[in-house]
C-alpha cells in the first residue's frame, strides 16, 4: 500500500485501487505471472517480480495525486533465472534479497542496483528468510538443510559504508542435528535474543534451538504459516486446522505470544479472524501506517485490518485506541488493539471463476467497492 493506492496483483496483471474514492484507477499486464510485488525506500516506485525473471517498475511522479497516474516505466532489470524466494523488510525498505531456483546464487535489489551475492554457504537447497525480532531489522538467515539431519543456520548483513560501498558479512549462528528440522519446509524466523535462542517456523512444526547446548526442541504439528512479529512479544499467523493437534479448530488468522512460547516450549493461540489456508497464506504488514492484509477467502479476497496501536501518540489514534479483551469461560487472556477490517469484495464473477480453479494467487488479490465493518 502507498498512501491510498492498493496493489493487487493477480497472475500477469496488477490493479491499483483507490481506497479513499472506492474504485481502481490503473491496470497494468505483464508477460509473465508475477511471482512477487513490493515498495522500496523510494515511496514513488513499485517493484515487480514475474516468474520469468524480469524485475519492472510501476512509478509515479506524485504519490499525493490522484492513483491513477501510476505509469509503467522503461526500467527493466533481469535476474537470470527463475525466482524461488524473496525477503524483504517491514522496517528497512531497501535492502530486497532474491534467490534463483535451483542456484546458490543470491540477489540483493539494493538503492535501485541488482547485486549479486555469491558465497560457498549459499547453497542451491538453501531456505533464506528475514530475522524478526530485537534489533534484527536487515538481518538474513540463511538455513542449510541436509538428508542425514545436520543443519547449518548463518546471518547474512548487508550495509552500506560512508563512501557507499556494499559490507556484507555472513557469520555462522547454530549448527544442530534434527531429522524433523532437515525434512520441514522453514519459512520464518524469530529470535528476540539471538545469543539465547532462536525460532524456527516450518510447515509442519515449530522447533525452538538453544544457543547454550545447540539442542533443539520441537513443538509438533503447529502449521504456523506467514507468521509475522508485531512486537517482540505478540505474532500473528495464519494457521491451518490440523487433525492432529488440538491447537486450533478453525483455520484463520490467529495470534499467539512468543514469550509464552520460548518459557514454556507450548504455543497457546488465539483467534483472530477465519480465513482459508491455501496457496496463499501470506500476510503483508505495512510498519508505518500499522496496516495487516491477509487473503479471507476467495469471495472476499482481501481483510485488511488497521491496527491502531495503543503506542502511537497522534490525536487521530488516539480517539481509536480502544482495546478489547478475548475472553473465554469468562477469564481474560490478553489485550488486542482495536482492529478496523476493510473488506474488499471481488466484482468479476468470470475472474473469480478463473481463480477458484487455479488458485493462481500471488498475492492479496480483490478489487471493487470498499465497506468499513468496525
Known sequence: MVCTSVFIAHFKQVFVYDVQNHRITAQFAFDSPI???????LSNKIYLILENGKIQVLS???????????????????????????????????FHYIKNENSGTLHLLNQGQLLKIEDAKIMKSSRIMKLQGGMNESNLIILNQLKDGNCSIYCL???????????????????VKSLWLA?????????????????????????????????????????????????????YAIVSKNAQSKMT??????????????????????????????RSNAIEFCVD????????????????????????????????????????????????????????GMHSPAKLGKLKKSKKITQTISYSRLKMMI
Open 183 to 235: 525434512e520441514d519446509q522453514i519459512h520464518a524466523a524469530i529470535a528476540v535474543n539471538i545469543e539465547e535462542s532462536l525460532l524456527l517456523f516450518g510447515k509442519k512444526h515449530v522447533y525452538k534451538i538453544n544457543k547454550s547446548d545447540s539442542t533443539v526442541d520441537a513443538i509438533p504439528h503447529a502449521r504456523l504459516m506467514s507468521v509475522q512479529l508485531i512486537d517482540d512479544n505478540f505474532s
Open 35 to 41: 511471482f512477487k510485488i513490493f515498495k522500496t525506500k
Open 289 to 344: 501506517n500499522q496496516r495487516l492484509l491477509f487473503m479471507k477467502n476467495f469471495d472476499t479476497s482481501i481483510l485488511c485490518l488497521l491496527f491502531i496501536v495503543i503506542r502511537l501518540t497522534s490525536q487521530e489514534c488516539c480517539q481509536e485506541s480502544i482495546t478489547w479483551q478475548s475472553r473465554r469461560q469468562g477469564k481474560t487472556f490478553m489485550h488486542l488493539p482495536r482492529i478496523i477490517p476493510l473488506q474488499l
Open 60 to 94: 509515479n511522479n506524485d504519490i499525493y495525486l490522484p492513483s491513477g497516474n501510476w505509469i509503467k516505466d522503461q526500467e527493466e532489470m533481469n535476474l537470470d533465472g527463475i525466482p524461488e524466494q524473496m525477503v524483504n523488510f517491514n522496517h528497512n525498505l531497501d
Open 249 to 278: 479448530e478453525t483455520s484463520g488468522l490467529k495470534i499467539f505470544s512468543i514469550k509464552n512460547l520460548l518459557q514454556t516450549n507450548n504455543i497457546t493461540i488465539f483467534d483472530v479472524e477465519e480465513a482459508i489456508f491455501a
Open 157 to 175: 548483513q548487508c550495509r552500506r559504508n560512508r563512501q557507499n560501498q556494499l559490507i556484507q558479512n555472513i557469520q555462522k549462528l547454530f549448527a
